[in-house]
């Protein structure tokens, strides 16, 4: 069932963006029709890239308030206070690619090079078990002689079978460089979680001027993955821009069009929407950039984005603040990486020189502190990992959320992972507020029978047993 207007500049289509950016400017001061959009948008059913540019440009602090008020009540319909966890897995820092905002680019001679041994992956993926970590990010630069594909299928498969005591990554999402349908098939079969791929910036002057060299200087090749992603196999892709690259304006409009085209061709929008913004490293000073947003500015982009598309996670790095990280949370934010290392073989090596960094980690806290802190502020913790091994991804996925039915699974999962970390992992004190939010959240199960399965699993957990899912 694919249609017409599959190649990048088709889907992502210049003219249309800035005709977005003008349609914007002139009706974000047209206060009943941006009314209009935010009673559509309650009824939770999304809205287009020219809406979702409309309410970003509102200026008036009332109706921002308002845009804020929605994006909380959408978060807290289609995903409670719950917060999914996960930490990033450096593979490699080897990189062909010109990336002029990346201290990975292939002419940084600053930065150490380090590729992992599969010794060292299990070493690194028992540190990260240790913390307490269910799903990971697996991230390696693109580097076809050090880290050809089946490497990374080799590491995939190393890091699903290494156990550490009630240890298990139940989940690995990749984020590797765009290539074939035929790759894709392979990392389908390896039994990937989501692929994700940053589209950096969707304005095609500025990424080929950022991307001088190297395969991913395709502005085409790197845009038109995920669909050949999808065509191999892959359910769940997770997008992203890097605000700072380009305006704003102009890759908020590109990344919803992205999703909207993906919905259209396959039925089925983005799993996850990533929002970093560039930050300083090595050889790279985030001033260079003159698009950087303020945190304000970031905060509105993560509320209309959540108000956009409301069935699309979307996920906030340790790139990004505790303070920052706290506003985003209530405005949509679903997912959360914690005690992260972006350096390779950082888990293990604590001494591991920091030059090998892809970016600053702004949020050093250990994963247990961020857990503290979540509950501190009324949220669940949650290494839920049970969608894609229930063989639920894609549009069996998208169908529950929308029905709202994804929330029976949801909630008593959060409670259930949460309780195995308690068990396994916790401080003295996080386990004693992770036991008390556990107690006071189970009376919101409204299935009856859902919440007597959830208590009886939660008996087992203590008793020794693992690995329950609804
Ligand atoms: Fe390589 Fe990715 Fe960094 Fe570009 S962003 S230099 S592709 S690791
Ligand atoms: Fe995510 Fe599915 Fe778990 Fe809900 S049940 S947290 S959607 S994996």
Redesign the pocket.
Known sequence: MTKDKNTAEEFINHEEILASMAHAAEKSRDRAYVESLLDKAALCGGLSHREAATLLEVEDPEVIEKIFNLARKIKERFYGN?I?MFAPLYLSNYCINGCTYCPYHSINREIPRRKLTQEEIRREVIALQDMGHKRLALEAGEDPRHNPLEYILESIDTIYNTHHKNGAIRRVNVNIAATTVENYRRLADAKIGTYILFQETYHKQNYEALHPTGPKSDYAYHTEAMDRAMLGGIDDVGLGVLYGLSTYRYDFIGLLMHAEHLEERFGVGPHTISVPRICSASDIDKDDYSDGISDDLFCRIVAVLRIAVPYTGLIVSTRESQQVRTRVLELGVSQLSGGSKTTVGGYTDPQQAEETAQFDVSDNRTLDEIVGWLLSTGHIP?F?????REG?TGDR?MQL?KSGQ?AN??AP??LITLKEYLQDYASPAVKQEGLKMIASQLEFIPNLKVKEVAQRHLQAIEQGKRDFR?
């Open positions: 719950r999914v949650s839920c990992t049970a969608c894609y639920r996925f959320v994804i699974c949801c999962n959060a609804f």
